[in-house]
C-alpha cells in the first residue's frame, strides 16, 4: 500500500537543483548589472552637469591680448 501512496506524490522528474541555481545566479547577476549601469549613467549624467557649470575663466591678460 505504501508503494500506491508514493506514486502518487512521485515528480514526473528529479529536480535539477543545477539549473535552478544557475538561473537564479544569472537573473541576480543581471539585477547587479542594470543597477551599476544605472549608477553609471547617473554618474555620467553628474559629471556632465559639473563640466558644463563650471566652465575655466579666460586669464585676464590672454583675454585682453596684452604681452610684455
Not at 4 to 25: C, H, I, T, V, W
Not at 33 to 48: C, I, P, Y
Amino acid at each position: 500500500m505504501l508503494l500506491g501512496a508514493q506514486k502518487e506524490n512521485a515528480m514526473a522528474f528529479k529536480p535539477n537543483y543545477r539549473l535552478q541555481r544557475a538561473d537564479r545566479s544569472r537573473a541576480a547577476r543581471a539585477r547587479s548589472e542594470e543597477k551599476q549601469r544605472k549608477r553609471d549613467e547617473k554618474t555620467a549624467q553628474r559629471r556632465a552637469e559639473r563640466t558644463a557649470t563650471v566652465e575655466t575663466p579666460p586669464d585676464d591678460d590672454k583675454a585682453q591680448g596684452g604681452g610684455r
